[in-house]
DNA sequence: CATGAATGAGGATTCATTCAT
DNA sequence: CATGAATGAATCCTCATTCAT
């Protein structure tokens, strides 16, 4: 049961993806949130951006909140399949949490616009928004999940910590550093910050 | 002259604080935004909360934007209070690490309220406003890079780690826990977490 | 270039008023400002009265203010239409006066919401919006102006005499006894005035 | 009865007058609208410019319409004892219309406050002040009418006209210029205009 | 007489969504 | 599929007036 909903889910985002008007509103969305700010990215400017008529947003979209959860669910995807390739890669957990790393502050230094959006922008929607969201970033923490207890097992990282706590410390510490850095208006290079954040947060982890 | 600006303000401080209407309504505001969400936080029901008229709300405040940042100014007082209380009470840096972060949690923890609104509600504010709420928190942040320094002085922590990346996992890792408790709807004791927290925070930072 | 802007402007006015709604909704304005008073002329109520939605109102019209100056833009206009058709009929300065007279006075004789509207309700604007109508009644006033130089180059008026004071003779008068017949809520015949206001105002200009 | 209701008032007004505090609103009242504008000249801002409390003005006006109202009462005064003065003097009707002007022209010219409020600030207050007004100008008018009426029958003026008409045609004449003259933001000398305007207005009248 | 803190009614405007074409 | 004109609900703030002191 669980299962065929999955894929009813995957079969859902394949169709709409094929679908050329769907990534392109999508993409609209983050340039219009990143440029105008979330609460001044009205449908009309992002379907303007988009270079469609407003109505044909709902031809893709059930409201203006579904276009937020899309683009977070698009663009989370890369953090996701980047994440899961370098858990493939078959290094160490410390390795791989060094990637981890590396990979976050490298899509988001890559993407100003997107790094805005889901640093400063999304995080103005409403409770129930931001409720959605966070179910789709679990995935994500799943993965950073799998690094960490992997560590534990090998005996990388100390076997009696708390695995949700030191989740919590890495995506917090993660999260803080480039939220600040594009509040700062990427006024320094964020890739350069990856040795130090390892260095400190394996010593948090390590046996 | 930077003192006698300090003096002033303090004056002001004062003198709203004594007008009870003033924090009657403060308090209200907590309660009416975390009861009813950022925007469904009419004026109008701030005011019915705090028993007054509307008219009287801009009586005190200049417009809703001034309540929110009171909110947050008057309540994180309470953090700043205890946490320079902290730091004088002379022990380690990081005996006041840990109780910084037990702090931090026992006050969200004993008020509920204050806790939805400055974890989800507050952040849904826009950008303008939490500028200026990232202003008052700058005070927070300034005494945790004041323990920091010392535990580096001292030989406690790190002496080569980067500062500015150290406090930023203390206080992402601090804050992304707290959030993750305030979204799971306080199921689980938040104080319980410190003791897990501050082991590894102070594996990270030692020397 | 002075030539294209007044292009411009005729087209965008044509513009506007090939688009119905537009015009209904100025003429509900007219009726909705006459019936209910400047002040008592909500939005909505225009909006009611020309039979269209509230946010109908915003697609034609940039603000309230917008429709009051539009309101007495499109009315003006049939006055100075008027006048300029009396002007080309080449005649004397002393018929065009007198029948610029009689189209002021039958113009508003025959619209009695009209009449109201720019004589008692539209003075009731604030100071800017009263410059822009100012700005709009100069056109009807420099054609008063052509008339008076053109008798006085003639030989009809008096040559020596001052042409703005004479202008605000004239003006001032014909207004003040408009005015007058709006407040006394059209009680008797504003036509019938005519031929001694004439007379009057002949008088004072004769050569 | 008449006479009574007449002698009441006068009572009224003079146990008004000599309370200091009435006038002294009064004439707060002429700079805070002058300064401000009709619509921004709050009852607290004719208070604080009469160096009163919010609350002391309800002891002295029944409401803001009030004190609009004796505003133009007080300072209509001026005009119409000026005005009983000049016909007193005896001259001919021709002399005392004259007067009449020049008067007009320099109390205004003299108070540059008063010439603000009486020529375009009071002009925007609601339809049913303007009534007021109006009826207190009624006193005004009938002095001029007095003048007209006494020129008509020694001969001076011509007896076959409208003294209505006439008076408005006066009344027009001297309240556009001044009101335009007021619009220039005094940019010219009011009383200099008063020959040519005497001249012009002498000829309409005369026989 | 005088004060001034408190009251609370009232309205222009925005923008997500629909639906006839 | 695509359009875009039309909709209408929803809210912050001002300010004349009151009344307890």
């Known amino acids: 049961m669980v299962i065929h909903v999955f894929i009813f889910f995957l079969v859902v985002i394949c169709l709409k993806r094929n679908k050329p008007k769907y990534m392109q509103i999508v993409d609209a969305a983050v ?5 105008n700010g979330y609460h001044q990215a009205q449908v009309s400017k992002i379907a303007k951006q988009a270079g469609v008529a407003d109505g044909t947003i709902y031809l893709y979209f059930k409201n203006k909140e579904d276009i937020l959860i899309s683009v ?4 989370m995807g890369i953090f996701v399949e980047n994440l899961q390739a370098i858990i493939k890669s078959g290094e160490t957990a410390s390795d791989k949490l060094c990637k981890m790393i590396e990979n976050h502050f490298r899509v988001l230094s890559s993407d100003r616009h997107l790094a805005t959006v889901t640093q ?3 995080r103005q929607s409403n409770k129930e928004i931001r409720l959605k969201i966070n179910s789709i970033l679990k995935e994500y923490l799943i993965l950073l999940d799998q690094i960490l207890i992997e560590g534990m097992l090998n005996g990388e990282f100390n076997q009696t910590m708390d695995v949700r706590i030191a989740r919590q410390m890495v995506f917090g510490t993660i999260d803080e550093i480039t939220t600040t850095w594009v509040m700062n208006e990427n006024r320094y290079d964020l890739l350069e910050q990856a040795p130090k954040v390892k260095q400190l947060l394996l010593n948090a982890l390590k046996a």
């Open 31 to 35: 340039i219009a949130i990143a440029e």
């Open 72 to 75: 977070f669910q698009e663009k």
């Open 120 to 122: 400063l922008e999304l």
